[in-house]
């Protein structure tokens, strides 16, 4: 019987290039369809004068703009740690995630302001028929990247790529609210076309407080509470290991990393704590997908934290007193 034989570092197929170049192809992919349907939506908007098709038009085209700064943070992620970024370039993703932000609150704002210009100077809407196929069109597009983005997103972990194809799919939503538009034009009141503009409106306000939230949580180094349950049971479940003390987690973008600190009997030798440490490890890597890498600090049991590292107040090099 062969061994059960393999690692979790970096090599030729190191999941960090792996993953991000799925999410490359995700977001190459779905900017071509959310691009069409843009081009789509636009001709018919321009061509009826429908200011709700119009404000689902410039939301779609802000998430198809979005692909730019998502498709350079995964190029960048790609990129090898090395002696400036010791964590390797995976912030770049979070950064992209700010633009996102910033890229749906103006096409919030623009809708937005487009919507109230019309109650004030109202313009006929015709060409009904077509404006519900194109509002009909942007729903499908939209449903398919969100789909998309959102199965990737998941797969590698990416809070960026996930926020992005929720994003889409409450395009498909407020495309569809289009439709809701055109049947008030068609039945007389032709001021439920700016209204469901401004409602579309509200609707990019409310994805960009989601959106946001998630983004910012990942930039702050914020993680999921179940995830450091998640890590204490794993590590904890080790041979050896009669205490989990600290844990740290920290995102780097769509890759994790993580600090344990692991309590052992401190009667054993340095290489028998060493071999828990690496179980420890092991059991930690296959637990969590997205975890790139974990750091196992191990402790005896009677000392054991971060409280029992601290060096008591001193002095040296005439500096004044203090501790660490």
């Not at 490359?24 to 843009?38: E, I, K, N």
């Not at 509470?225 to 080790?238: H, K, M, Y």
């Amino acid at each position: 019987m062969r061994a059960h034989v393999h690692t979790h570092f970096l090599s030729a197929a190191d999941p960090v290039v792996t993953t991000s170049r799925r999410a490359t192809q995700a977001v190459l992919r779905s900017f071509a369809v959310l691009c069409l349907t843009a081009v789509v939506q636009a001709a018919v908007a321009w061509y009826s004068g429908s200011v709700a098709l119009l404000a689902d038009t410039v939301h779609n085209a802000a998430d198809a703009s979005t692909a730019l700064p998502l498709w350079i943070a995964f190029r960048f992620a790609r990129r090898r740690p090395d002696q400036r970024f010791t964590y390797g370039y995976g912030r770049v993703e979070d950064l992209a995630g700010v633009i996102i932000v910033v890229l749906i609150l103006l096409s919030a704002v623009a809708a937005g302001a487009e919507s109230i210009r019309r109650f004030a100077a109202p313009v006929p809407v015709s060409a009904l028929g077509a404006v519900a196929a194109a509002a009909f069109a942007g729903s499908l597009g939209n449903e398919a990247v969100a789909r998309y983005r959102i199965r990737v997103g998941k797969e590698i972990g990416s809070a960026a790529l996930v926020a992005d194809g929720r994003h889409a799919r409450v395009d498909g939503l407020t495309s569809l609210a289009v439709l809701l538009g055109a049947a008030g034009v068609s039945l007389g009141y032709p001021a439920a076309d700016p209204l469901v503009g401004l409602l579309i409106s509200a609707a990019i306000l409310k994805i960009v407080w989601g959106t946001g939230r998630e983004v910012f949580l990942r930039l702050l180094d914020g993680t999921d509470p179940e995830t450091v349950s998640e890590i204490r049971e794993a590590a904890g479940g080790a041979p050896g290991v009669k205490e989990v003390t600290e844990v740290r987690v920290r995102w780097s973008g769509h890759r994790m990393y993580g600090e344990v600190n692991l309590a052992i009997d401190g009667s054993l030798p340095v290489s028998e704590g060493h071999s828990i440490a690496t179980e420890a490890r092991h059991r930690l890597m296959h637990r969590l997908p997205y975890l790139t890498d974990a750091t196992i600090h191990v402790d005896p049991v009677d000392a054991s934290g971060i409280a029992s590292h601290k060096v008591a107040s001193h002095n040296h090099d005439d500096l004044p007193d203090h501790s660490h």
